[in-house]
């Protein structure tokens, strides 16, 4: 069969120079068949480029899912932190209304405030003694002269110390203050619990 396909070549480039007299023979070219080895080239490339195709599509994907796996760790990671947090604010809160609950009760005056003298809260003893709404309190006020004032602010249990302040109505008194440390802020800053002893 081969060697008919070679004869029926030859006769038509013969029939084709005859024909075209200009033209030769080398000039004459055949379509190839579909099993010809441009059509097998072609075939190939086609098959690489579709396997790369579909490798940066693997790939894509791999990678995709990679930074969705990171992004979903790292949000139940913020989640857990958030959620503890949140648990740590609440137990503040809770210590911090149990503590005004039992100083509010308390008959001596009481008084919540930071180490700048900022008053967070007092009980109507305190306001009654003190006379008036109070915004700043200075937790040294009328403190003995041979009482260490840096002893009683760097204290970090409760400390009692000798003071003498005038009340409300003007008089001097003397008695003995309670400092009582807090929980430091996030800031740094450290709040106290004043109690009077009068």
Known sequence: MYFQIENYKTMLTTILQTT?????????????????????????EDDILMTVYFCGLLLALFGCAVIYYF???????????????NQELLQQKLQSESS??????????????????????????FVKFYGGDLKEFDILSGVAENEDVA????????????????????KTIGFQRTLIPLNKEADGSKNYAIVENI
Do not use: H, M
């Open 20 to 44: 075209f007299p200009a033209d030769s023979a080398r000039d004459v070219q055949f379509l190839p068949s579909g099993t010809s080895e441009i059509a097998q080239e072609i075939a190939r």
């Open 71 to 85: 992004y979903k760790k790292n949000i139940r990671e913020y989640g857990t932190i958030i959620n503890k947090l």
């Open 100 to 125: 005004a609950t039992i100083l509010n009760s308390v008959l001596f005056p009481c008084c919540l405030v930071s180490e700048k003298g900022k008053v967070g809260w007092c009980n109507d003893a």
């Open 151 to 170: 002893k009683i602010r760097d204290a970090k249990f409760s400390v009692n110390f000798y003071v003498k302040t005038k009340n409300a109505a003007g």
